[in-house]
């Protein structure tokens, strides 16, 4: 069974920082793509980060060089380091494993509970 565990979201000033967590177990988390998302209350689910298993990185334009994605296959963990937030951050933040193929085998997407950011003027 696939799990999503996420941590690390909380009330932060503007112009501070947080580091969420996603802690993964049941998948083959080294050669999954991860990838972070959120979501405003009101507004779709975006995506805002994603890494490869070879770490190549995505970023939302409006994240970019203040978000940081990366992942430590020892401990079948990625991480979201959220540098600057602004207002405009606030939200529900999700990890998500996307769909991968497993010795031919299609294992659909996942995604974690979530963790709210909120960020105050």
């Known amino acids: 069974q696939v799990q999503l565990v996420e941590s690390g979201g909380g009330l932060v000033q503007a112009g501070g920082s947080l580091r969420l967590s996603c802690a993964a177990s049941?998948?083959?988390?080294?050669?999954?793509?991860m990838g972070w998302y959120r979501q405003a209350p009101g507004k779709q689910r975006e995506s805002i980060a994603s890494?490869?298993?070879?770490?190549?990185?995505y970023y939302r334009d409006s994240v970019k060089g203040r978000f940081t994605i990366s992942r430590d296959n020892a401990k079948n963990t990625v991480y979201l380091q959220m540098d600057n937030l602004t207002p405009e951050d606030t939200a529900m933040y999700y990890c998500?494993?996307?769909?991968?193929?497993?010795?031919?085998?299609?294992?659909?997407?996942?995604w974690g509970q979530g963790t709210q950011v909120t960020v105050s003027s």
């Open positions: 998500h494993a996307y769909p991968q193929v497993v010795a031919g085998s299609f294992v659909e997407g996942s």
């Open positions: 890494i490869t298993s070879g770490s190549t990185t």
């Open positions: 049941g998948i083959t988390f080294t050669i999954n793509t």
